[in-house]
């Protein structure tokens, strides 16, 4: 078996982008938060998130509520409403159990 520095090139298979591509969304609306992480909306203004200040997010209207995605990930439901939001939290995915993982 070799060890790894045997098997170590050193050369970058994927070079240093500085500029990343923009994420191309489809369907829904896209709007860039502001420089706080709000989302400009039909004349109203609500928070999504501070640390996507000034990214753009993909704005789905269903069932009076605001589901507000980044990139892959839905990240906040606003009601529009009330103006009351929640931001989507993931579950730790579960374990299987051995008795599941033998039905598989």
Same mark, same amino acid.
């Given at each position: 078996m070799k060890t790894p520095s045997e098997v170590y090139t050193g050369e970058?298979?994927?070079?240093y982008?500085?500029?990343v591509e923009e994420w191309e969304y489809t369907g829904g609306h896209v709007r860039r938060l502001n420089t706080q992480g709000m989302l400009n909306?039909? !004349?109203?203004?609500?928070?999504?998130?501070?640390a996507l200040a000034g990214?753009?997010?993909r704005v789905d209207e269903l069932d009076e509520k605001l589901v507000v995605t980044?990139?892959?990930?839905t990240i906040r439901e606003i009601?529009? !409403?009330t103006g009351r939001s929640r931001a989507v939290r993931l579950r730790p995915a579960r374990s299987k159990t051995a008795?599941?993982?033998?039905q598989v």
């Open positions: 970058n298979l994927r070079p982008q500085e500029q909306w039909r !004349g109203s203004r609500y928070f999504v998130c501070e990214e753009r997010v980044y990139r892959h990930q009601e529009l !409403g008795s599941e993982a033998a």
